[in-house]
């Protein structure tokens, strides 16, 4: 039986959909609410010319749309926060009101607002995102995250058993 090497993940980066968890800020009143004033699934988000390995940033596909943090503000009028740890798969929205999700060589501290966390099954494919692909959010439970990280594990060890197969068979 042949397999693909390459797990599902990979092979759908087109125009892919990154599932995301709520952030710590965003039930807080100076954050951007995910579920109520405005939703990251209900845009369609371009990745900007200037991310990296640090950093996505996204710009929104729609004119004029920059996201706003609760109560009417936008994110550069609204307070500042104080600096908290990140991981890769962050989320934040700074004061542009266009989000970038923190990369694998991000800082390890932020000050923006961090109102989601892309899934640890779905980090790795941010290093495939090249400037100008649309990417859209779907927000997902714990328990989604955890089975998407088991299949994740799983896609990857039959990749490993394949590729082992392949050297003994030589």
Known sequence: VQRPLAPAWLRDLGSPTLRMLPGPDSVSDAAASIDESWSLSAVSWRVGSSSDRRGVRLRST??????ARRGGGSAANSGELRSKGMLPGAVQLPPSGEPIILGVDAPVTGGYAWVGQV??????????????????FERVS????????????????AAKSVRFEQLNAQ
């Open 142 to 157: 714990f328990e989604a995250a955890e089975r998407a990280l088991a299949e994740r594990q799983n896609e990857l060890d």
């Open 119 to 136: 899934i640890e099954a779905d980090v790795g494919r941010l290093a495939h995102l090249v400037a100008g692909a649309e990417i859209g």
């Open 62 to 67: 729609g004119e004029g749309v920059a996201l």
